[in-house]
């Protein structure tokens, strides 16, 4: 039988768990924070505040699962998970409600506003890039027996709904 990949790396054994489990957990927050902050400031018709919030519900739901996942595959004590999902539920909200308290001195059409919100879009979306390039899909993909058929259609299988389910949140954003 030919020789599994081993990840991680035996030399990063004990520092890889508590690594990974804080370099995934860590941006969900500080993101749902500045999606709420958008939301909130935002003062457009109520349709398009509307679609905004179905993205928004939908999108967090996901993030949602994702972080409850790490909590499970962590081993973190049941106060850590609670405070680590209790973080990440409140930080959205929080955000929201900060949107809406300086929404009234938020100038949308300003050169500063455009380029504090496009740097906050900016890292958002890096750090949404790196965990799921890095640390989700990377880590979750890359263990793989050569010569295992059954494994292989497995892993097929999961590239297919990876490609899935990037196409309809494509599908989405175009909606949204």
């Not at 455009?114 to 900016?122: S, T």
């Amino acid at each position: 039988m030919p020789a599994r990949v081993a990840w991680p790396a035996p030399e990063f054994a004990l520092v890889h768990p508590v690594c990974s489990d804080i370099d995934t957990h860590a941006p969900f927050p500080p993101r749902s924070f500045i999606i709420g902050l958008s939301l909130g400031v935002n003062q457009t018709d109520a349709s398009e505040v509307c679609a905004l919030l179905i993205a928004l519900s939908f999108h967090q739901w996901l993030e949602g699962i994702s972080l409850a996942s790490v909590v499970i595959r962590g081993g973190f004590s049941r106060l850590k998970g609670v405070a680590m999902v209790l973080l990440y539920s409140l930080t959205c909200p929080v955000g929201i409600a900060v949107g809406m308290g300086i929404a009234k001195t938020y100038d949308g059409e300003s050169e500063r506003t455009r380029g504090v919100q496009g740097a906050f879009n900016g890292v958002s979306g890096g750090m949404l890039l790196y965990v799921s390039l890095v640390q989700l899909i990377a880590e979750d993909m890359s263990v793989y027996v050569p010569g295992n058929r059954a494994q292989a259609a497995t892993r097929m299988a999961s590239f297919l709904a990876l490609f899935a389910g990037a196409a309809a949140m494509c599908l989405l954003a175009v909606w949204a």
